[in-house]
Nanobody
Framework: QMQLVESGGGLVQAGDSLRLSCAASGSTFSSYNMGWFRQAPRKERELLARISQSGGMTAYVDSVKGRFTISRDNAKNTVYLQMNSLKPEDTAVYYC????????????WGQGTQVTVSS
């Protein structure tokens, strides 16, 4: 079993930056592909970015490409999401998730952290 705990959310203004962290415990972190998702009110949860076990491969949804960066530190069992040039439409609850396989369902989820961007 893996436990994931997100942190770093908050209230910021448009154009500001935030860095989210997701600390993992309970399993071998470096064995898992990691992803960041978000869910805005009345919208479905969407995958924003994912990173491979070693960190050598990353992928992003078009809406955050060039603004958000996913990274990981396997020595610290932590995955990060650096968010720059935030927009009001980035307001959502942000979740990290883990899966061993490269594709398919995500095995573990964090509880989420709220990000609110004011205009």
């Amino acid at each position: 079993q893996m436990q994931l705990v997100e942190s770093g959310g908050g209230l910021v203004q448009a154009g500001d930056s935030l860095r989210l962290s997701c600390a993992a415990s309970g399993s071998t972190f470096s064995s898992y592909n990691m992803g960041w998702f978000r869910q805005a009110p009345r919208k479905e949860r969407e995958l924003l970015a994912r990173i491979s076990q070693s960190g050598g491969m990353t992928a992003y949804v078009d809406s955050v490409k060039g603004r958000f960066t996913i990274s990981r530190d396997n020595a610290k069992n932590t995955v990060y999401l650096q968010m720059n040039s935030l927009k009001p439409e980035d307001t959502a609850v942000y979740y990290c998730a883990a899966r061993m396989s490269l594709i398919g369902p995500w095995d573990y989820w964090g509880q989420g952290t709220q990000v609110t961007v004011s205009s």
